[in-house]
């Protein structure tokens, strides 16, 4: 039984920080690519960043590039975003997901297990 918990969401001013942490059970982790996805209210679920099995390839989406960081330890099975200046329009429920191979993708059907999710909530 996979298993993925994010953690590390809250509320946080426009231009501040969160990290966002998953950690991953169930699976040979650092077989798999890994991706953080959001969904705002009102709004259909979307690819935010993404990267390989040994983190060494990273994607992300135009939205948060240069702002988003998104990383892994092999070892705490763990795959990390770091959120810098944030902004109001990031406000959703960011969700992390394991992925069915080694490559990265934007896809959300290549994406074989979900966790619940986080709130992170951006104020002006």
């Known amino acids: 039984q996979v298993q993925l918990v994010e953690s590390g969401g809250g509320l946080v001013q426009a231009g501040g920080s969160l990290r966002l942490s998953c950690a991953a059970s169930?699976?040979?982790?650092?077989?798999?690519?890994m991706g953080w996805f959001r969904q705002a209210p009102g709004k259909e679920r979307e690819f935010v960043a993404t990267?390989?099995?040994?983190?060494?390839?990273?994607y992300y989406a135009d939205s948060v590039k240069g702002r988003f960081t998104i990383s892994r330890d092999n070892a705490k099975n763990t795959v990390y975003l770091q959120m810098n200046s944030l902004k109001p329009e990031d406000t959703a429920v960011y969700y992390c997901?394991?992925?069915?191979?080694?490559?990265?993708?934007?896809?959300?059907?290549?994406?074989?297990?979900w966790g619940q999710g986080t709130q992170v909530t951006v104020s002006s």
């Open positions: 997901a394991l992925g069915s191979g080694g490559a990265i993708t934007t896809i959300q059907q290549m994406y074989d297990y």
């Open positions: 169930g699976r040979t982790f650092n077989n798999y690519a």
């Open positions: 990267l390989n099995w040994s983190g060494g390839s990273t």
